[in-house]
């Protein structure tokens, strides 16, 4: 069976993309001090739910994530993987939005944007540290939750 032109998801978020298992965003992580949970993914477009434990207030992100080849960075061996889009891409890569209708908008016209867009790997800086790579993690579902 060839994986060249296709996606093929497996449990524990891995995608098995060339043959080789890719390590998609985790559906659910916390990062500087606020959890993320997917509400929704279309390929490369992924919509989060932000917020800070124990607070009802809620925020959203709509972000295009980062593929990255594996790699070693200062001796540390890193799979095939997604990350978050850095800080510095934010307005570009990433938006954050107040309400979850604006957020959901976003999203499609993101999708809608990107229907023939280029997915390359995006290797991390040589002279990184591993404390520069944004989260990483698997794969939500697509569609909103509740």
């Known amino acids: 069976m060839l994986f060249s032109k296709f996606h093929h998801h497996l449990g524990d978020g891995l995608c098995l993309c060339n ?68 800080t510095e891409a934010w307005g570009q890569l990433a938006w954050s939005l107040t309400d979850l209708e604006t957020a959901q908008a976003k999203f499609r016209r993101i999708v809608d944007s990107r229907q023939n867009a280029p997915s390359a790997l995006t290797p991390f800086p040589a002279n990184g540290s591993e404390a520069d790579e944004p989260p990483s993690g698997a794969e939500i579902r697509s569609g909103t939750s509740d």
């Open 19 to 86: 043959s080789n298992p890719m390590k998609r965003l985790d559906l659910q992580f916390t990062y500087d001090q606020f959890q993320f949970r997917q509400l929704a993914r279309a390929n490369d477009v992924v919509l989060l739910e932000k917020s800070k434990p124990n607070s009802c207030q809620k925020s959203y992100e709509v972000v295009i994530v980062r593929k990255h080849p594996a790699q070693v960075i200062h001796g540390r061996s890193y799979p095939e993987r997604e990350s978050m889009p850095p």
